[in-house]
C-alpha cells in the first residue's frame, strides 16, 4: 500500500504562481519516475512534466519554460513549481509514480489530484 499526498493547488490570476507538492510513502523499495498531470474538464489526462531517478527531467510543450518538477531531498517528494500561469493551465492536477514495492514488484499510483484554477 502506497499512499501520495498531494497539496499546493488553489486559485491565482493569470501571471501568478503556484507550486505543487506530492509526498509519497509506504511499501516503496524504490521510485524510478515521479510526475505530474492534468485533466481539464470534458478533456482526456494529459503529462505535464516527469522526473526520474536520476534527475532527467520532460515537460510538456506548453509548459516549457514556465513550469519546473524537481524532487525533494528524501527522493520520495516531487514538487512542480508553476510559473506565469494562464487560464489554460486550469485543471486538476494528479502526481503519479513509478515505483518497486519492497517485494521488487513495479507500480504505478496515482494522487487524488488537487484542483488549479487561473483566473484571467
Known amino acids: 500500500q502506497v499512499q501520495l499526498v498531494e497539496s499546493g493547488g488553489g486559485l491565482v490570476q493569470a501571471g501568478g504562481s503556484l507550486r505543487l507538492s506530492c509526498a509519497a510513502s509506504?511499501?516503496?523499495?524504490?521510485?524510478?519516475?515521479m510526475g505530474w498531470y492534468r485533466q481539464a474538464p470534458g478533456k482526456q489526462r494529459d503529462r505535464v512534466a516527469i522526473?526520474?531517478?536520476?534527475?532527467?527531467?520532460q515537460y510538456a510543450d506548453g509548459v516549457k519554460g514556465r513550469f519546473t518538477i524537481s524532487r525533494g531531498n528524501t527522493k520520495n517528494t516531487v514538487y512542480l513549481q508553476m510559473n506565469s500561469l494562464e487560464p489554460e493551465d486550469t485543471a486538476v492536477y494528479y502526481c503519479?509514480?513509478?515505483?518497486?514495492?519492497?517485494?521488487?514488484?513495479?507500480?504505478?499510483?496515482w494522487g487524488q489530484g488537487t484542483q488549479v484554477t487561473v483566473s484571467s
Open positions: 503519479k509514480i513509478e515505483y518497486t514495492n519492497t517485494r521488487m514488484v513495479r507500480y504505478d499510483d
Open positions: 522526473i526520474t531517478s536520476i534527475g532527467i527531467t
Open positions: 509506504g511499501n516503496i523499495f524504490s521510485i524510478n519516475t
